[in-house]
């Protein structure tokens, strides 16, 4: 934002809060920085979580289980939708063959 546009906030911040101007932007603050603290604790967790995945796949990948012991575990299940067979061949010569 320029300062045009910031002097054009400041004057109608002026006509709608007159003398309650420092309290509503003391407010508004308080508002503000409780909000980018909520943030930012959102974000943290989110990071924490993705690292103990991270570290928790990791860790399963690096132990000494065998693939072996899911070969009991089988849901594979045929397609249910019909397998695609070409057209047959016609006989008949197409126009185009004709010309």
Not at 14 to 36: Q, R, S, W
Not at 49 to 75: I, L, M, W
Request: charged fraction near 25%; glycine fraction near 8%.
């Amino acid at each position: 934002m320029g300062m045009q546009e910031m002097a054009v906030i400041g004057v109608i911040a002026i006509l709608l809060f007159g003398k309650n101007l420092p309290g509503v932007a003391k407010t508004f603050g308080k508002y503000y920085g409780d909000f980018k603290r909520g943030l930012s604790d959102i974000q943290s967790e989110f990071h924490n979580a993705t690292r103990e995945v991270e570290d928790s796949a990791s860790s399963g990948y690096s132990s000494k289980s065998s693939p072996a012991q899911f070969d009991d575990y089988d849901d594979f299940e045929e397609a249910s939708a019909p397998k695609f067979e070409p057209p047959p061949q016609s006989s008949t010569p197409e126009k185009s063959e004709l010309a």
